[in-house]
């Protein structure tokens, strides 16, 4: 299947997005909700079909970092519960409570803004505050949590909806840290309810924390990875059965012999050793995928690896097909997927670049076509 304008695309099979949230689901049971952290473009694989799956599979509320992919989500979803996650919504109070989005706070002064935007309108805006148990990026420290929450429930206009906090080491094999943080969070969450102040929903397992920390698990969970069938760590793969959603795939352009000697690519970085066959594939850094690959990443073609030869440019790479007999322009490449029972994971692909499967799949550009399969067909009204 290709994209009849552009010869790479992300191919995301929607049925496997579908099984690993129905697979949390049961890790999870039915009491506990599940958010699926659909941020930057749902990690790369298109923000409404990974939507609108999740929420047919199950999943109560949708993620997202800013405001401004919540009300690009929001115009898709009226009535879906859309939670914002990052910082940065000062000056965003009127959009937020207008459009029902619940926002994650970590300030004394978004909890007032937001609340008199809501008092404005008549309305109480939800509101999800941040504890800082050791991630060190937003959220209130822990230590000095209860002196601000005593002021936030003096905050006219907003209701104290739920309680978060976030991992920095939950998908690590050693969960000592991340067992330090939960009990930081807890102890935050008895000293509320010692003073009478409750939430109704508790949050702060990501997917590592999901699978690896059965108690973190709360009131609700927050996968993201885990969603699109990528394991947080090796370790966790015996856990649950995940099927990974987005296979990226290119068509060979061109392909010409090569003699020994030969130099290809920028900077002359590799020179043919033998006589070889050399493919021109149309994808490059300008597509998102990292040069970082240059001399150094795989490919699949007709089922067999073939090395990624010379610099990765803006808009093509070279692949050595010369060990694989007849290879032609038009045959299908696999860059991250399987194909005739050889794969290539997002994981192993981020490894050899030194990086993780979240930015592999998030740099995926607006170039390539994204093509969903097996969308489900009975969504509830969202
Ligand atoms: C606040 C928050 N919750 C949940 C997630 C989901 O994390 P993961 O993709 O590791 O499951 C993220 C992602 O970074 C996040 O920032």
């Not at 592999?360 to 093509?371: A, H, I, M, T, W």
Request: charged share 20%.
């Amino acid at each position: 299947m290709t994209s009849p304008l552009f010869k790479t695309w992300a191919e995301v099979d929607l049925s496997a997005i579908v099984h690993n949230i129905r697979r949390i689901r049961e890790l999870v049971g039915p009491a506990v909700k599940i958010l699926v952290s659909v941020k930057a473009d749902a990690y790369g694989h298109g923000v409404y079909p990974v939507s609108r799956a999740s929420l047919a599979a199950g999943a109560e509320w949708l993620g997202v970092s800013h405001v401004k992919e919540a009300l690009e989500l929001r115009a898709y979803f009226p009535r879906a519960p859309i939670m914002i996650l990052s910082a940065g919504m000062l000056g965003h109070s009127r959009p937020i409570v207008r459009n029902d989005l619940v926002p994650v706070i970590s300030s004394l002064e978004i909890a007032r803004d937001l609340g008199q935007e809501a008092l404005s309108m008549g309305r109480r805006a939800p509101v999800h505050l941040m504890v800082d148990t050791g991630m060190g990026r937003i959220g209130i420290w822990h230590e000095n949590f209860l002196p601000t929450l005593e002021k936030m429930t003096r905050v006219k206009g907003i209701r104290l909806e739920g309680i978060c906090s976030h991992f920095s080491t939950a998908d690590r094999p050693d969960t000592s840290f991340a067992t330090e943080q939960l009990r930081a969070f807890n102890a935050v969450v008895s000293a509320a309810a010692a003073r009478k102040i409750s939430f109704a929903l508790r949050h702060i397992a990501n997917s590592g924390a999901l699978l690896g920390i059965a108690e973190s698990r709360l009131d609700m969970v927050r996968p993201g990875l885990m969603i699109y069938g990528i394991y947080p760590a090796p370790h966790m793969e015996e856990m649950i059965d995940l099927k990974p959603a987005l296979s990226l795939k290119t068509q060979v352009a061109f392909v010409k012999r090569v003699h020994p000697g030969r130099p290809i690519s920028y900077g002359r970085t590799y020179i043919c050793p033998r006589e070889t066959v050399i493919a021109t594939l149309p994808i490059g850094y300008g597509d998102g995928y990292s040069r970082a690959h240059s001399n150094r990443g795989e490919v699949l073609v007709r089922g067999r690896r073939a090395p990624i030869v010379g610099l990765v440019t803006m808009d093509q790479l070279m692949v050595d097909v010369g060990r694989i007999p007849e290879v032609r322009v038009g045959d299908e490449v696999v860059l991250i997927g399987s194909q005739e029972g050889e794969s290539i994971t997002a994981e192993e692909a981020a490894g050899r670049i030194g990086t993780i499967p979240y930015e592999v799949l998030c740099q995926l550009g607006k170039r390539v076509s994204r093509v969903f399969k097996n969308e489900p067909a009975a969504a509830p009204p969202q």
